[in-house]
């Protein structure tokens, strides 16, 4: 009588009631290991997803402002004050290859600007007074909070136009029949400009027309401080050729910058701190890996019996250890799951407050499934085969 | 000629200082239709033999054969093949998954098979009436009695319709009444063809079987014999 038998089998379908009969009886473990993984997935996902919506408002923003502005000052000055440059580097830059507009600018040096003559003069504020030409308004691509800007007739004469941080320092919020005490002289304020991003020493300038400003300060035409728009795809290159222009003689000393460049080294900052935060994300998700691992070892030290009967009942090894896996990886997927959710809604939250364009990168939320998953696969391996390696005899010893 | 279990010169070796020989040359058939009483003190090593005829441990030697199959050649899957077809193993202590419904216990005795779920459960619907649990179904494991769970255990060796069905002291939990009725459920599923080796001390067990053997330190010391109608030996 010998009776054929097959191998020992255990259906697809099987699997995930088998596979699950941990989590189910034991609720609250498995409750808190999802906790943990979850933590770990939300800190992964909420980080590249704040630091993906933020960079996507910054490079908005950069659109928005454009890359192709360049300023050149002259590299000597020490204290931060503005030195001149040659009479003729603005006409020069003008004509450089690939300028499609620049506008000189001038720091007039122990000017100050007040809101009455009764300040002593050696008060000066943080504001400068600068002397410029109509075209700064289209060269920085700015706009106007109120009134108007210089124009050819009125640069001839004490007319003055506030950049925003200057007109709030003097208390001046709107421009009818305002006057303001620059050097020594009643001035007219016209208008007063909104912040300039790529151009914040104008937000602290009291802008007044070259004329007149030779005319009450003895403004002698050297520039101090030259705005460039350059044909945004030779920016670089331009930038290379305007020093030589500025000052033939030495044009080592002449500095240029890309007042953009700031906006794109915050990108490259809020990148960096990226890293930092998405490593200790990592470090929460392997400590929500290592609690899995334990909750796993608990769980094949206390149903060892069980482990025992399933081999009795024509388990093979292979399916007791494939059950312990599909248990922790359940268990991770949960966490991975929960910890997508809870990741995309602090990221919503912060750009809501910040008023950012929610952007939640999808290689985020794959990649936080899938990092749960793989931490789920090396919790739960450990515990899988010490569970399979159990001799059913063993097993079955009452604990 | 093929036995439902055959020992031939088994022993069972555990390592250690010094090693215990728990099983030493135990030879033993048991024939399809049989029940056998193995009889003997603690220690006497019967548990070992049970589990070596239960295919969950190897013999260091000597050959144990289940329904023709030699267990000590078989890999573990094939080996695991043989429990899931072939054996049917009932505890002292039950082992039910006590959150589980009887039924879902009972299914549990197919599950390493692949026979699909809603199968499982007819077919363990059918034992769980035929010991007698017909109004305990539906019922979590660990709401039963004793008793009922020594039945629900017997249903899931049962279900597989297994070669031998072997029980380790399968009255050794439960009060005199209920282990009476276990022990009479036991002789009933006799009479109806299925062959049971149970493990016992208990004198009561071993007077309700019709063939006896005796172990003490590993050996065989006495065997009352096969039922002359179905065995060949005296």
Known sequence: ?399 | MTFALELDRVRKVYPGEPPVESVSGVSLTVHSGELVAVVGPSGSGKTTLLNLAAGLERPTSGSVRVAGHAIERLPDRRLSGLRAYCLGVVFQQFFLLEQQTALDNVAGGLLYRGVAAAQRRRAAAEVLERVGLAHRVHHRAGRLSGGERQRVAIARALVGRPVVVLADEPTGNLDSEAGAGILALLRELNHEGTTIVVVTHDADVAAAAARRVDMRDGRVIKDSGSRPEVGSMP
């Open chain 1, 1 to 399: 009588m010998t009776q054929p038998f097959a191998n020992s089998r255990l259906r697809a379908a099987d699997l995930l009631p088998v596979g699950t009969l941990g989590l189910r009886t034991r609720r609250l473990r498995t409750v808190l290991s999802v906790i943990g993984v979850a933590v770990g997935v939300a800190a992964l996902v909420a980080v590249l997803g704040i630091t993906r919506s933020s960079q996507a408002d910054l490079l908005a923003r950069i659109d928005r402002l454009g890359t192709n502005l360049l300023t050149v000052v002259n590299g000597r000055a020490l204290s931060g004050d503005e030195v001149p440059l040659p009479v003729t580097a603005a006409a020069s830059i003008g004509r450089t290859d690939g300028v499609l507009a620049s506008t000189p600018t001038a720091v007039m040096n122990g000017i100050g600007a007040y809101r009455t003559d009764r300040v002593p003069a050696y008060r000066g504020g943080s504001m400068t007074v600068r002397a410029t030409d109509p075209s700064l308004m289209s060269t920085l691509d700015g706009r106007l909070a109120r009134g108007v800007f210089l124009n050819d007739a009125t640069v001839r004469y004490p007319v003055a136009v506030l950049g925003y941080n200057a007109a709030t320092s003097l208390g001046l919020t709107d421009v009818d029949g305002q006057r303001i005490w620059v050097g020594g002289h009643w001035y007219a304020v016209a208008g007063i400009l909104e912040p300039l991003e790529l151009a914040p020493e104008i937000d602290w300038s009291v802008l007044i027309g070259n004329p007149v400003a030779a005319q009450d300060f003895g403004y002698d035409g050297h520039p101090s401080r030259i705005y460039v728009r350059a044909d945004t795809p030779r920016t670089a290159q331009v930038a290379d050729l305007l020093a030589r222009a500025a000052d033939p003689q030495s044009p080592s000393e002449v500095n240029v910058s890309r007042p953009s460049d700031a906006l794109a080294a915050r990108l490259a900052v809020t990148g960096a701190g990226t890293a930092l935060f998405l490593g200790l994300g990592l470090v929460a998700l392997c400590v929500g890996g290592i609690g899995i691992a334990n909750v796993m070892i608990i769980g094949v030290l206390e149903r060892r019996n069980e482990i025992g009967v399933r081999r009795a009942l024509g388990a093979a090894r292979r399916h007791i250890g494939v059950q312990f896996l599909t248990e922790a990886l359940l268990l991770a997927v949960l966490g991975g799951m929960v910890g997508v959710a809870v990741g995309c809604l602090v990221t919503a939250g912060v750009a809501h407050r910040e008023n950012w364009a929610l952007e939640v990168p999808a290689v985020a939320a794959w990649g936080g499934l899938l990092s749960a998953l793989a931490i789920g696969a090396v919790a739960g391996l450990y515990p899988a085969l010490r569970a399979a390696r159990l001799a059913p005899t063993e097993a079955l010893r009452s604990v």
